[in-house]
């Protein structure tokens, strides 16, 4: 079965600066794994997603994500923090086979301080 | 394309009372999952819908929830007796098919006291 670790399950950064959010996953296969952001009292919105082209994957709102298969990592970054990247951040892999669920992470609290 | 539309948006029931919630994914869109978050958790899988037919339920507690899909559409879930650990935003979700992007509606924000 595949899995997914969020090493952190809150971050506090200084707006302007470097975002670091850390993803471990766990699969017999190559997997694909996706960001999903979710901002208070709404839905969640897809950041980006990796299925096996390009390792380093862009996203909306400046984030980007490495694919490293020899870290089973893909670690979520953005070069500068806004104070409307505050939010809870979720990595997930998705299911083999037929029933391609997703499979989500516990989640990481970004804060953006001022 | 109009989004995945849940209601209602809040809802607040006794325990051992029943209560339902409803689901219209984006048009088109074949499959359709019905998530369980817990305050401070990642979403939990509870149902997979294809069409109007099951693919996965084994994470349903059948005992007390159960879950529809008419006429492979819109999608209700409902919960009877509800207890207080129950308590969670349940998550609709809808594809196109297994290799396209998901898209989750706002969610029901279920509070059982």
């Known amino acids: 079965a595949q899995s997914v670790t969020q090493l952190d399950s809150h971050v506090s950064v200084s707006e302007g600066t470097p975002v670091l959010l850390r993803c471990n996953y766990s699969s017999s296969y190559s997997p694909s794994l996706f960001w999903y952001v979710q901002h208070p009292n709404k839905g969640l919105q897809l950041l980006l997603k990796?299925?096996?082209?390009?390792?380093l994957v862009k996203g909306i709102n400046g984030f980007e994500a490495e694919f490293k298969k020899s870290e089973t990592s893909f670690h979520l970054t953005k070069p500068s923090a806004h104070m409307s990247d505050a939010a809870e951040y979720f990595c997930?892999?998705?299911?083999?086979?037929?029933?391609?669920?997703?499979?989500f992470g516990s989640g990481t609290q970004l804060t953006v301080l001022p | 394309e109009a989004g995945v539309a849940q209601s209602p948006r809040y809802k607040i029931i006794e325990k051992r009372q029943s209560v339902a919630f409803w689901c219209n994914p984006i048009s088109g869109h074949a499959t359709l999952y019905w998530y369980q978050q817990i305050l401070g958790q990642g979403p939990k899988l509870l149902i997979q819908f294809q069409n109007n037919g099951v693919v996965d339920d084994s994470q349903l507690p059948k005992d007390r929830f159960s879950a529809e899909r008419l006429k492979g559409v819109d999608s209700t879930l409902k919960i009877q007796p509800a207890k207080l650990e129950d308590s969670a935003v349940y998550l609709c979700?809808?594809?196109?098919?297994?290799?396209?992007?998901?898209?989750f509606g706002s969610g029901t924000r279920l509070t059982v006291v």
């Open positions: 997930v892999v998705i299911g083999s086979g037929s029933a391609r669920q997703l499979t």
């Open positions: 990796y299925t096996s082209a390009a390792t």
């Open positions: 979700a809808s594809s196109i098919g297994q290799y396209y992007g998901y898209t």
